[in-house]
T-cell receptor
Framework: GQSLEQPSEVTAVEGAIVQINCTYQ??????LSWYQQHDGGAPTFLSY????GLEETGRFSSFLSRSDSYGYLLLQELQMKDSASYFC??????????????FGAGTRLAVHP | NAGVTQTPKFRVLKTGQSMTLLCAQD?????MYWYRQDPGMGLRLIHY???????AKGEVPDGYNVSRLKKQNFLLGLESAAPSQTSVYFC??????????????FGPGTRLTVL
């Protein structure tokens, strides 16, 4: 089977650092993506890890360990606007030689003053 | 650029009615996707298209049909709506399905309620 596990909710205060973990079990793996979705909005791309290690984009960083089937999204200097749901997504082979994204159920982050 | 647009934004149907959701993208992307999102669950792929005139089944295709007559448009049809199809539907597009260029761009969603 294919599954992605991430915490359902995380709470943090403004200015803090929060880490959202994602473990996966999929038949085939090419990379791990992270998407952000505000309430009532559309998912938007945050980052992608195709290789082990850390990718940094401003206040956000994402990490991947393929041997551990594990990744995380790190959000620093949290702001109120970071309150949203965060989805990890595995790029996995699909029929016809194409790839698909398999999404986790999402982690709802609440940032408090 | 408008990116990915979806119409309608909201719709209420009675069981057994039919409807078509329209997705349009102006980024000249080859690949387009239809997802549904239900509470507590991630996005699940319904159907996808790898180019004009081609469509394929995703993970949850039952009860839906799609068409891609033009590169920029991807239509999702419900022939006989059921309450289980109450959901938020997202359309997405991407340049490719491999490497860093397969970032998917999502439309604003269609909130469908089937009574």
């Amino acid at each position: 089977g294919q599954s992605l596990e991430q915490p359902s909710e995380v709470t943090a205060v403004e200015g803090a650092i929060v880490q959202i973990n994602c473990t996966y079990q999929t038949s085939g793996f090419y990379g791990l993506s992270w998407y952000q979705q505000h309430d009532g909005g559309a998912p938007t791309f945050l980052s992608y890890n195709g290789l082990d290690g850390l990718e940094e984009t401003g206040r956000f960083s994402s990490f991947l360990s393929r041997s551990d089937s594990y990744g995380y999204l790190l959000l620093q200097e949290l702001q109120m606007k970071d309150s949203a749901s965060y989805f990890c997504a595995v790029r996995s082979p699909f029929s016809g030689g194409y790839n698909k994204l398999i999404f986790g159920a999402g982690t709802r982050l609440a940032v408090h003053p | 650029n408008a990116g990915v647009t979806q119409t309608p934004k909201f719709r209420v149907l009675k069981t057994g009615q039919s409807m078509t959701l329209l997705c349009a993208q102006d980024m000249n992307h080859e690949y387009m996707y239809w997802y549904r999102q239900d509470p507590g669950m991630g996005l699940r792929l319904i159907h996808y298209s790898v180019g004009e005139g081609t469509t394929a089944k995703g993970e949850v295709p039952d009860g839906y049909n799609v068409s891609r007559l033009k590169k920029q448009n991807f239509l999702l049809g419900l022939e006989s709506a059921a309450p289980s199809q109450t959901s938020v539907y997202f359309c997405a597009s991407s340049y490719s399905t491999s490497g860093g260029t397969d970032t998917q761009y999502f439309g604003p969603g269609t909130r469908l309620t089937v009574l």
